[in-house]
Every structure is written in structure tokens, then in C-alpha cells.
């Protein structure tokens, strides 16, 4: 009788940076989403969440703040362009990491 013997298939250090990587974005990116429909729909900034998700997401919005202006929708509600090309720019930069990555551990 034959014996099975499971091996573990080899894991490549490129491939787990990139699923690091994309962890880390895709919750920069569901943070800075979740910032901008609380600033569409006008939440009340004096909610403990609502302040939270502000607080946590301010950093990550905050180099891009006054790139372009915010439109007021009234009644409270923002449409804030500098959250928008925040979750641009961090989508390219994690694909940028990735693909270096990549490219290092290639060539080893």
C-alpha cells in the first residue's frame, strides 16, 4: 500500500507581502469609504462612531486636505473630494508596494 505524505506547499515571501498588503489597504480603503457616506448622508459628528471613524480616518485624509474644496450638498451633507483622491492615491501606492515586491523577491 502506497503512503500519502502531505507536504505544505511552499509559500512565496512575495505573495504573502502582497496579501499583507492588501489587508492593510483594503481596510484604509473601507475606513476612508465608510468617512465618506457618513459625510454624504450629513451624520452628526457628535455621535461617539461617527467621531471614531472621523478621528481614525482624519490622518489618512489629512495630506490630501485642500487639493480640491468640498462641496456642501445642504441640510449638513459634504461631498469631500480630499477622502476621494485619498482612496485613489492609496489604491495606486499598495499596487506600487506590491508590484516592487514582487520585483525584489523575483530577482533573488
Avoid at 454624504?40 to 485624509?61: D, E, K, P, Q
Wanted: hydrophobic share 60%.
Amino acid at each position: 500500500m502506497a503512503e500519502f505524505v502531505y507536504t505544505q506547499p511552499y509559500s512565496y515571501p512575495a505573495s504573502f507581502v502582497a496579501r499583507v498588503i492588501n489587508v492593510v489597504v483594503g481596510i484604509v480603503e473601507l475606513l476612508l469609504a465608510l468617512r465618506l457616506v457618513l459625510e454624504f448622508l450629513g451624520a452628526n459628528s457628535g455621535s461617539s462612531f461617527i467621531a471614531w471613524v472621523y478621528t481614525a480616518s482624519g490622518g489618512l485624509v489629512a495630506p490630501f486636505q485642500g487639493a480640491f474644496p468640498s462641496i456642501s450638498l445642504g441640510n449638513g451633507s459634504l461631498l469631500d473630494f480630499a477622502a476621494i483622491l485619498a482612496m485613489i492615491a492609496y489604491v495606486i501606492l499598495g499596487w506600487l508596494v506590491i508590484r516592487l515586491t514582487a520585483f525584489v523577491f523575483s530577482s533573488i
